[in-house]
């Protein structure tokens, strides 16, 4: 009496073993150089096919100006940031040479409006000196407000949700978007409480996107603040 071994067919290879064969057996292509040559694959820049030479050709060619359009993009943004930096280094020194405190608090809206192409502009301080207090500057500013000031450790920037800083603009009615940066003795992000609010307005909804970066806003922040402190 014969017995019959019966084995399971083997599973069919798939394309993620052939590749994974060809991943580990770079020698294969040593040993068949011939197929490298004969193998043609559609190229996706026309119905034509191509050899897997010029297939790697048109990847490497595509990989070449991905990366040049990335070294574009970074020196764009490099002058951008440049050209930003030296208006704020303009606008530092309009603040720094205003003799009369009480010119500071319009002196920078003015300036931030027309060197950064802010259409509106408008700020309020609390704690001011005792000849300050009459000042439209000093003035308006609810418990609430102050109290959001402090809480803010970077800029907001976002939509018009109705803050009461919005009224101290000229045409509240017109923004869409806004920021609004917090006044305070030393860095943005301290916990040292809030002195004064900041706030820009713009009818563009995406001027100041919620997505947007901060950095240039914060030391906006920090400098306003050293020059303000003069009121208090």
Known sequence: MTSKTSSAPLP???EADIAEYLINT???FQRHAE???SITIASPHGARAVSLHERQTELLREKIKGLEQRVMDMVRHGN????????????????ARAIDPADLPQVAADGIQ???????AALRVWGVAPQHQSAAFASGVSEDTRAFATSL?????????????????????????MALLPLREGTIDSTTPAFGLLVLGSPDPQRFDATMGTEFLSR?????????????
């Open 80 to 95: 951008e940031n440049a050209a930003i930096a030296q208006k704020i280094h303009e606008w530092a020194c309009t603040l």
């Open 220 to 232: 906006m922040a920090e400098l306003a603040s050293a020059a303000l402190a003069r009121l208090r």
């Open 26 to 28: 770079p020698e294969f």
């Open 35 to 37: 197929v490298l040559g």
């Open 153 to 177: 450790t970077m800029p907001f920037c976002g939509p018009n949700l109705g803050f009461e800083a919005t009224a101290w603009l000229p045409q509240p009615e017109v923004v869409q978007s």
């Open 114 to 120: 027309a060197r950064f192409d802010v259409p509106q």
């Open 12 to 14: 069919p290879l798939s």
